[in-house]
């Protein structure tokens, strides 16, 4: 029987299939409070489904007039300690629902939200035929075989012992191949990049050149149009003609002001940058 607490189980499996795989976005190998919140801000700017953003909204008590990024970036980290210690592996469960489903979004658990789980869907396609259930509190794993008919059940109950084994053994290797296949053809596809003084470069996955949390998924967008610019002066283009902004800002580790062509987060401290104002320029950069 599928309940929260076989959910809460096979999101835990997901995320330490993943970690050991090497599969887990990069800011979560190295697991704090405060890359937890910089993962959530990451997936505000990805694609996030209806379901997600209800979870978003849900967990960071996001009101009907409130701004879902900003109401991330003012939450206090501490908020993050259950799902911390929850994957650290210091507590066996989650009192809290809304951060068992938000772990769920963080670590792209398929079978999200809950009710798409009990129901044994992903994307509005039914499971079929084969059902694979881990139980990791008792060590064991179990696979059902679901019939699409009747003719199928009749056919497998009148299968001799032997062939019941031969069958259970081919659907064991079955799921086995298709994991290490999926596994294989996700890393080789996906693509990473790091910033390299002012700006994103692709490459490898590779964590002997890179430390894990310089590397991010490959953007296009961020390789061809975020830059950093230096030196800023009275001849530098802030605005556009139409008057939207061109230059956004946001301060570095040293808290020093730092310039950029493009929306989104500061490479080094993960914080969302802000568009400048002619108030900044007169007082920071203009004499």
Known sequence: MKTTKTYESAIREKYLSDKNSGELRPNLFNLTRGNLR???????????????????????????NKDLRRQVENYDIEGFRPIYNFLKGDTE???????????????NFRLRPYKKYRNGKIENEEIESVEYISDLENGKSTIVVKPKNKKFFLWYRTMSATNKILLYIGVVMLIAFGSISTKHILKNETRWMVWQE??????????????VNQLKLYKEDRINLF?????????????????????????????????????????ETGKTLKPITQYMIDKYICD
């Open 38 to 64: 910089t993962v959530c801000l990451n997936l505000i700017d990805e694609t996030l489904s209806d379901d997600d953003q209800l979870v978003f909204k849900n967990y960071f008590k996001v009101g009907k």
């Open 198 to 211: 002012d700006h994103y470069v692709e490459v490898e996955f590779d964590t002997e050149k890179h430390k």
């Open 93 to 107: 469960s989650i009192q809290s629902f809304d951060a068992l489903e938000l772990i769920a979004v963080i670590i």
């Open 227 to 267: 830059k950093k610019i230096t030196p800023v002066c009275d001849s530098t283009k802030f605005f556009n003609e139409d008057g939207s902004v061109n230059i956004w800002y946001g301060k570095n580790r040293n808290k020093e002001l730092e310039y950029f062509t493009a929306l989104g987060l500061h490479p």
